[in-house]
């Protein structure tokens, strides 16, 4: 396999020899804890967000990693094709394997296969809108899919694109939501900023890799306790 786009090899953002480097020259100082109580932050768990009303209860989700496709379908979905990877890590920033990341959004229209989504834009019978994979040794999953749109939910106003995402691990289960760099309704949306750090869920479309150059990729590190 080729090199995946801005993911690491390791979860942890800074090193373990770098936290103890740092916080053992620190302690000494009398500045910090000592470094085992570092290491317990070093990794926040991945802020949760409601599920919201349309995760697709009625219907299995697609384990092909690709919902951009759908047998026996005309071509690929609408919309900017993407990339969405990372890794799933603990908060000891070791990757957290066999777990199960389910993934389910609007469409490239900003509608979501859901009878009770009642936004009059079109569905596209080439999107599958919901789909599973489970993480190997590495912590790593990957989806192709698209850019969904925002769309209108009632008194709420508009909700920014966002994909949503269920991770369950042995232990643990996170409920969140992923939001996409610039979109206008980010700034306005009630979930989004209900959160102590709204940026950490928000992601930057990177460009296409030369394996898939008609794919934008977005890299969207999960953090539970696995
Ligand atoms: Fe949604």
């Given at each position: 396999m080729g090199a995946r786009k801005?993911?690491?090899?390791?979860?942890?953002?800074?090193s373990r020899r770098a936290i103890l480097k740092a916080s053992a020259a620190m302690f000494a100082a009398g500045i910090l804890p000592p470094a085992s109580a570092v290491f317990a932050k070093a990794l926040e768990r991945t802020q949760d967000q409601i599920l919201g009303?349309?995760?697709?209860?009625?219907s299995e989700p697609d384990r092909?990693?690709?919902?951009?496709?759908?047998?026996?379908?005309?071509?690929r979905a609408k919309g900017q094709s993407i990339i969405v990877r990372g890794r799933v890590c603990n908060p000891d920033g070791k990757p957290v394997s066999g777990a199960e990341v389910e993934i389910w959004q609007a469409n490239?229209?900003?509608?979501?296969?859901?009878?009770?989504?009642?936004?009059?834009a079109p569905l596209d019978p080439n999107f599958q809108g919901f789909g599973a994979v489970t993480t190997g040794p590495d912590g790593f999953y990957q989806f192709k899919t698209i850019k969904p749109l925002h769309y209108p939910a009632g008194s709420i106003g508009i909700r920014p694109a966002h994909i949503h995402f269920d991770v369950r691990g042995r232990r643990d289960v996170l409920v969140t939501q992923m939001y996409f760099e610039g979109d206008p309704y980010n700034e306005k949306d009630s979930f989004l900023q209900s959160?102590?750090?709204?940026d950490a869920l928000i992601v930057k479309l990177l460009p296409p890799t030369a394996e898939e150059p008609e794919f934008m990729v977005a890299v969207f590190d999960i953090v539970f306790r696995g």
């Amino acid at each position: 396999m080729g090199a995946r786009k801005g993911i690491q090899e390791e979860c942890q953002p800074v090193s373990r020899r770098a936290i103890l480097k740092a916080s053992a020259a620190m302690f000494a100082a009398g500045i910090l804890p000592p470094a085992s109580a570092v290491f317990a932050k070093a990794l926040e768990r991945t802020q949760d967000q409601i599920l919201g009303p349309f995760y697709p209860i009625m219907s299995e989700p697609d384990r092909s990693g690709d919902l951009t496709r759908v047998s026996g379908g005309s071509g690929r979905a609408k919309g900017q094709s993407i990339i969405v990877r990372g890794r799933v890590c603990n908060p000891d920033g070791k990757p957290v394997s066999g777990a199960e990341v389910e993934i389910w959004q609007a469409n490239a229209a900003g509608r979501y296969a859901h009878p009770d989504d009642t936004n009059p834009a079109p569905l596209d019978p080439n999107f599958q809108g919901f789909g599973a994979v489970t993480t190997g040794p590495d912590g790593f999953y990957q989806f192709k899919t698209i850019k969904p749109l925002h769309y209108p939910a009632g008194s709420i106003g508009i909700r920014p694109a966002h994909i949503h995402f269920d991770v369950r691990g042995r232990r643990d289960v996170l409920v969140t939501q992923m939001y996409f760099e610039g979109d206008p309704y980010n700034e306005k949306d009630s979930f989004l900023q209900s959160v102590l750090n709204p940026d950490a869920l928000i992601v930057k479309l990177l460009p296409p890799t030369a394996e898939e150059p008609e794919f934008m990729v977005a890299v969207f590190d999960i953090v539970f306790r696995g």
